[in-house]
Each structure stands twice: as C-alpha cells, then as structure tokens.
C-alpha cells in the first residue's frame, strides 16, 4: 500500500522527485533495489593531458628523457618522482597547483621509469640520476636566463633532488621541498623492501586491473591520480622498450591476473583478487622497472640525506605522514627553525598522490612565503607552518 507520505506528495505532483520503493521484503540500502545496483567504479585510464599542456622527448647525449609540462610563466616546479614511480605521478598535483599561484610544472621520468630511454637503464645510482637531472634542466634552459626552480621530490626523487641540490646541479635553486622521505625510517625499511617488491603481483591482465589493484591495495589512495599515474608504472610484456635491454624474461600469460568478475559480492570486491589464468590472446602488463635489481643503489640514495638536507641554504620544506617518520637530525633542525615542516596524517607513502588538493595549497603556500610568486585570482594562501 502507498504510504501517506507518498500520497501527499504525489498529490502536490512531485512524486517524480521520489526514487521507487523498494520491493517488500528487501531492507533499505541492500544490493538489488529497484534504484539499480551500485555504481561500479571506474578504474579506466585518464589521459595525461587531461593535466599537462604537453610532453617532450629531451635528448642528452644518447639518452631520451620524456618531460611533461604544464604553465607558461612564473618559477618552475621540477617535479622527481619515488622509485619505481613516474613523471605522471604529479599530475593531478600539477593541474591543481597551477589553478593556485602562476608556475611552470616540469615532471621528469628517472632514467629505467616512464617513457624515458637511456642506453644504461641501470644505473640507478645517485650521482647518476642527480647528473641526470642537471642535464635535462640544462637541456631545456641552457645556462643563462634560467627561471627560479623549486624541486619538489618524493621518496628516492626526494634523495635525488637534496644530491642534485648539494651539487649545485640545479642553477638557480630557489627552493627544495622533499615528500615522505626520512634518512633513519628510509635506511630501516630497506630491510623489508624486497619482500615487500616479492608481495606485489607479477603482471596484470589489464591496465584497468592494474589501476583497480593499486587503489584497493592502499599503494594509491586517490583513484583519479591512480587512473592517470599508474600507466608509467608499467608496460605490455610483449612491447619492450627499446633499445632498453632484453633481460627481462617475456611474460607468460598464465601468470597474470585477471579482473574481478562485476558480479562479485561485496566481500570478495574488498579484497585484493587472486591470480588465475587469463585467455591465451590478452598482452598482460608487467612493471616498467624491476626494483629489486637495484638494490645496490638503495643505501647511496639515503645514507646521509638529513645533514645534506640542512646543509642546503635554500628554503626547505618536508611534508611527511606521519612525525613518527623523522630522525634525530631532522627533529633538532625542526626545532631550531632550518626548514618548515607539513604534516598529513591521513596520507599513505605517496602523499602527494593521495591529498593532491591538500599538498598543492601546501606548496603554493611554501612558493607565496618565499615571493617566488603570486597567488591566482581570490585564491588565499595557506603559508606552510610547524
């Protein structure tokens, strides 16, 4: 029977505001109403240039390095990215930053990541991706009228940017913001970082899979950024990169893991899905760089980082997630004022992923305080504290 309320309402004609009732029998709120079944989320993937003006191929020598860009005017924000990461996982901290105050966005892929080709992928060493970055800076300025630069860099990008910094490879350095990256946690966790690389599943039957099993396995909070970023965490198995070498074993398709059936319950939905085979015809997904390979580099990224971090005169900020993250050199600089300090709590590992919206005010606050620039329209600035 129509309920009294729904009489009334029908009789002010306005019933069709109302969503259906439920069948009789079905509680509110469970699967199956008439309203139609839950929106699936979508884990397709975004476009870079849903947040970047543009990409370039920049040449040093023999090596190709893809750069992404975004903004014409104001400092540059040279964006480095964490290990086994890439250049579009900036992107949606690009695109907000840039609605903030006037900068010039530059995201860069480490050489063995993303889109760039280099005839050594790997050497991953410090000196060698810190050289890395001066050149292309160099590349795509030259040597005089070089804009301020801000580098932002994220956990062995974070390492990268403070040995670029000490080297006086970046001219015009103006700034130097380091993302969740701590010299004593760094050092400590590399004991279990290869058994966290051995946890991670081997190959993905699809890219949409792949997108699916980072936001649900917490390695991405943000599902926007996961849908843009984590296709330059990856490649098809049987594409290559070349010239890149063929040591990589090509993949087996029995191996990868297949999508969650649409039909899953809800349980099951929450879980990280298991492996199985998939068919004979999919081209699965692998990991663009085998981490676990350069393990040898793992302690020349971060041994000595926090004395190095001090030592740089320009203004510094660390934005972690949590201050249980910070050692004894670090805690007594903070105290004494060398660098200003952020912290989101509610982050994972890659904070700038996960709370875009909250880092880039956090940094447009940072490049405000310094008078690098100038805030867009009524934005009001949120000036970085400790």
Not at 2 to 18: A, C, F, T, V
Not at 223 to 240: F, H, I, P, W, Y
Not at 278 to 292: A, E, H
């Amino acid at each position: 029977m129509m309920s009294d309320l729904r009489k009334n309402l029908q009789m002010k004609g306005i019933s069709g505001k109302l969503p259906p009732m439920a069948p009789k029998g079905v509680p509110s709120g469970s699967r199956g109403l008439s309203l139609g079944h839950p929106r699936k989320r979508d884990f397709s993937q975004l476009p870079w240039s849903n947040y970047f003006d543009s990409s370039q191929d920049v040449v040093v020598d023999k090596d190709v390095f893809r750069v992404y860009r975004r903004g014409t005017e104001g400092p540059v924000v040279l964006y480095l990215h964490g290990g086994g990461l890439s250049a579009l996982s900036w992107s949606v901290l690009s695109s907000v930053v840039t609605s903030r105050v006037k900068c010039q966005c530059i995201a860069l892929d480490f050489r063995g990541h993303g889109d760039t080709v280099t005839t050594n992928e790997e050497d991953l060493s410090a000196p060698t991706l810190a050289s890395d970055v001066g050149n292309v800076i160099t590349a795509l300025f030259g040597e005089e009228r070089v804009p301020p630069i801000v580098v932002v860099g994220h956990s062995m990008g974070g390492a990268i940017a403070i040995h670029a910094a000490v080297q006086f490879l970046i001219p015009s350095l103006a700034g130097l913001v380091v993302i969740d990256v701590v010299e004593g946690t760094a050092l400590e966790s590399l004991q279990s970082m290869q058994s966290f690389l051995r946890g991670r599943p081997k190959q993905f039957k699809s890219l949409e899979y792949a997108i699916e099993w980072a936001v649900k396995s917490g390695q991405i909070k943000n599902l926007e950024s996961a849908r843009v970023s984590m296709v330059g965490q990856l490649k098809r198995c049987t594409d290559g990169y070349k010239p890149r070498t063929d040591e990589v074993p090509s993949c087996s398709s029995s191996e990868a893991i297949v999508e969650e059936d649409e039909e899953q319950d809800d349980l099951k939905e929450e879980n990280t899905p298991q492996q199985s085979t998939s068919s004979p015809d999919s081209t699965p997904y692998t990991w663009r760089v085998d981490l676990t390979r350069s393990e040898s580099y793992w302690k020349g990224w971060f041994e000595g980082m926090s004395n190095l971090f001090l030592s740089v005169s320009a203004p510094k900020m660390l934005l972690i997630a949590g201050v249980d993250r910070l050692d004894r050199d670090l805690t007594v600089g903070q105290m004494q004022g060398k660098f200003w300090m952020q912290v989101l709590p509610q982050c994972g590992h890659c904070v700038h992923e996960d709370q875009p919206q909250k880092v880039a005010d956090i940094l447009a606050g940072f490049l405000t305080r310094n008078k690098l620039t100038e805030t867009i329209n009524d934005y009001e600035r949120t000036s970085p504290s400790c």
